[in-house]
């Protein structure tokens, strides 16, 4: 098998707190939303709907988030899970970390420090809502 993409699928317990989150915080935009009748697919959120699904977009990265008891249902192997929040991090590297770390301090969004790594990469991490943790980095390794 030849695997194109990788796209995690989180559970999380809320969908709209955790689409809030990345939207208004971290600029991903939402792409579909299932609402919890799941009798279709919806693009933005609607008000006095629950929703057990959602996929986000950010450039070249996408984020699928699931309610926690969707995601027991759907996958098997995960009838034990309890919790959301993982002992993973998610690295995303691009361009304009400095700017976006700023950004962030300024939405008082809890922000490790933003350090240059010894092998030429920008980064910090932060925690999202759901306890999941993200890292945001930039190579500043000079061309060669």
Known sequence: MEINKLTPNMAVAD?????????????????????????????????????????????HAELM??????????????????????SVSFYMQGNGIESFYEELKSKNIQVSELKQTWYGIKEFYLKDNNGYILCFAEDVKPAN
């Open 15 to 59: 969908i709209r707190q955790t689409v809030k989150f990345y939207c208004d915080n971290l600029g991903f935009k939402l792409i579909v939303a299932i609402p919890e009748s799941q009798d279709g697919a919806e693009q933005e959120l609607s008000e006095g709907k629950e929703y057990v699904y959602a996929m986000l977009q950010k450039d």
């Open 65 to 86: 988030f699931q309610r926690l008891d969707s995601f027991k249902e759907d996958v098997p192997s995960a009838d034990k899970v309890s919790l959301v929040g993982a």
